[in-house]
């Protein structure tokens, strides 16, 4: 079985900072690609960015030039900096881990709880 547990969402001020941070623990023995999706109310899940195991990066167009997604393999854990946030950035944030092979050879994808993050005008 394989777990992601996500930390860093809460509220900020229009054009401050968060950061979150998703690890992913279980029988894994390697991953993919690992990213971040959110959904504000109302709203389908979109890609906020995504990173693959070898650092190959993907953004949203709305999210480009202000958050940065990195990645620590050995840690299995992946991060998003996300600065100059804005109102329109509030929403539930999940983690997700795609292409995971665990020590049992089963591929599978993954996905955390979900984070909040609240951006204040």
């Known amino acids: 079985q394989v777990q992601l547990v996500e930390s860093g969402g809460g509220l900020v001020q229009a054009g401050g900072s968060l950061r979150l941070s998703c690890a992913a623990s279980?029988?894994?023995?390697?991953?993919?690609?690992m990213g971040w999706y959110r959904q504000a109310p109302g709203k389908q899940r979109e890609l906020v960015a995504q990173i693959t195991s070898v650092g190959r990066t993907n953004y949203a167009d709305s999210v480009k030039g202000r958050f940065t997604i990195s990645r620590d393999n050995a840690k299995n854990t992946v991060y998003l900096q996300m600065n100059s946030l804005k109102p329109e950035d509030t929403a539930v944030y999940y983690c997700?881990?795609?292409?995971?092979?665990?020590?049992?050879?089963?591929?599978?994808?993954?996905w955390g709880q979900g984070t909040q993050v609240t951006v204040s005008s």
């Open positions: 997700n881990a795609a292409g995971v092979l665990t020590t049992t050879y089963i591929w599978d994808d993954y």
């Open positions: 279980g029988s894994i023995f390697s991953i993919n690609a």
